[in-house]
């Protein structure tokens, strides 16, 4: 059974940064695809960033050149850097992890960004 828990939501204004973590057990970590999603209410979950095992990352739009997904397989852990946020940010963030057919889903981090 794969564990994912996430770290490090947490209020902030506008402008400011946030790094939240997702530590992963009871899997071989480097060989999932780790993707962050956020989701408010009302709206469907969307993805923000995803790093393959190789490392190859992709970013939604809205995030470009603001957000940076990582990885430390070493720790079995994968991490998104989110600098000068914005209040469109504010969000429920997900982590997941994927390969083939299985998935799993970490039970969530709020992030606030509000003045």
């Known amino acids: 059974q794969v564990q994912l828990v996430e770290a490090g939501g947490g209020l902030v204004q506008p402008g400011g940064s946030l790094r939240l973590s997702c530590a992963a057990s009871g899997t071989v970590f480097s060989t999932y695809t780790m993707t962050w999603f956020r989701q408010t209410p009302g709206k469907q979950r969307e993805l923000v960033a995803t790093?393959?095992?190789?490392?190859?990352?992709v970013y939604v739009d809205a995030v470009k050149g603001r957000f940076t997904i990582s990885r430390d397989n070493a720790k079995n852990t994968v991490y998104l850097q989110m600098n000068s946020l914005k209040p469109d940010d504010t969000a429920v963030y997900y982590c997941?992890?994927?390969?083939?057919?299985?998935?799993?889903w970490g039970q969530g981090t709020q992030v606030t960004v509000s003045s």
């Open positions: 997941n992890a994927g390969r083939g057919m299985y998935e799993y």
């Open positions: 790093i393959s095992s190789g490392g190859s990352t």
